[in-house]
């Protein structure tokens, strides 16, 4: 191989379930796109996240309780948008983009930074897809 293919990264290819999957909890998420769009950068820690401080970060449509933002978390982690930090102690409170988050984000970039509005089939069909989870065995 090439010493020059080193430097080409090539975006892993997701199947369309996947990324509709992920589009549909991205939307149907308590978040802001200035939440993505600052995972993007840098990890934003559970704290900077909850409560009226996430509020006043312009993450969150309004105030939400650390549990609820953490439980939101965790479901985006499950569908592949999203990973925990971790340091020399082990998993923090600090959330980034995965590979699949940051090609999601970049697509709404380009198409107005904005996350576009859950419909109430979105809804339905998030809510149902956390609620029933078939395990990755199956």
Not at 77 to 102: A, C, M, N
């Amino acid at each position: 191989m090439a010493s020059s293919q080193f430097g080409q990264t090539l975006p892993i290819q997701y199947s369309p379930k996947t990324i509709r999957r992920a589009e549909r909890a991205m939307r149907c998420a308590p978040f802001q796109w200035a939440l993505f769009n600052t995972m993007r950068w840098q990890s934003v820690d559970l704290r900077a996240i909850a409560g009226k401080v996430g509020w006043s970060h312009g993450y969150t449509r309004r105030p939400v309780p650390e549990l609820v933002a953490e439980t939101e978390l965790l479901w985006l982690i499950q569908v592949g948008l999203l990973r925990r930090e971790v340091d020399g102690q082990g998993l923090t409170d600090s959330f980034r983009l995965t590979p699949l988050g940051h090609q999601l984000v970049e697509k709404w970039q380009n198409l107005g930074k904005s996350l576009p509005a859950p419909s109430l089939g979105d809804r339905l069909y998030n809510a149902l897809s956390r609620w029933v989870r078939v395990p990755s065995w199956i």
